[in-house]
């Protein structure tokens, strides 16, 4: 069987490379300069690159142009978060965001990994994509506070939590208790 060859306008979700970290840099950095979404450093980017996805589309001379970024991190065998999510100014409400999520989604269920997790100011986006507001003050996964130690917003935590329970994923076996939480104040 052969590869569908590409087509003008297609949408394609891949595993980033090296070369697409100055997008993927220059993309969150647009949207953190708004207060959409916090800023990752490059070094950041470079240490957890093979968590990242770029989206692009293809032109009409089957070349492909960067559309967004997004990243699944795995914080426990349990739950996995979804961040560094950030759709290109330009093809924004056209199904990228949603393409990227999907791709963490598989990637979660490759690895086995039963829940999804981020923490977003974009509530609404993640309901359409099947997760659930939560309570951030009532007993989270101790892993989900994993950066919140780098973020500015320690103290005056604004985030939402949202979380998806993958259907069909089973909960893996003899998972190991995860190490208690740097909680932000005010939070418990
Ligand atoms: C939030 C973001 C990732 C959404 O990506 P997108 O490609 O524009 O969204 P999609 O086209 O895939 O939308 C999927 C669905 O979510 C809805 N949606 C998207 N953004 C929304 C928003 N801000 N508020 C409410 N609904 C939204 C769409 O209407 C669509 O609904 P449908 O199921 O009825 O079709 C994108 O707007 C973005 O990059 N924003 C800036 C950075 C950011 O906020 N990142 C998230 C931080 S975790």
Not at 13 to 42: S, T
Not at 90 to 116: K, S, W, Y
Request: overall charge neutral.
């Amino acid at each position: 069987m052969t590869a569908t060859p590409p087509q003008e306008g297609d949408l394609r979700v891949r595993p980033a490379k090296a070369e697409d970290v100055q997008a993927i840099f220059h993309n969150i950095g647009h949207w953190a300069a708004q207060g959409k979404m916090l800023v990752r450093p490059m070094p950041n980017i470079f240490e957890n690159l093979r968590d990242f996805f770029v989206a692009e589309t293809v032109g009409a001379d089957g070349r492909t142009t960067f559309a967004g970024n997004g990243a699944l991190h795995i914080l426990w065998g349990d739950i996995a978060e979804v961040r560094g999510l950030a759709v290109a100014p330009q093809v924004q409400a056209r199904g990228v965001g949603r393409a990227l999520v999907a791709a963490c989604e598989a990637e979660a269920r490759r690895v086995g990994i039963p829940t999804l997790f981020a923490w977003t100011y974009t509530v609404a986006f993640f309901e359409r994509c099947g997760f659930t507001l939560i309570d951030k003050t009532r007993g989270l996964h101790p892993r989900v506070w994993s950066e919140c130690l780098r973020c500015p917003f320690f103290v005056g935590c604004n985030e939402n939590g949202v979380i998806k329970r993958l259907d069909g994923v089973p909960m893996p076996l003899d998972l190991p208790e995860p190490p208690p939480a740097q909680v932000p104040p005010g939070i418990r």
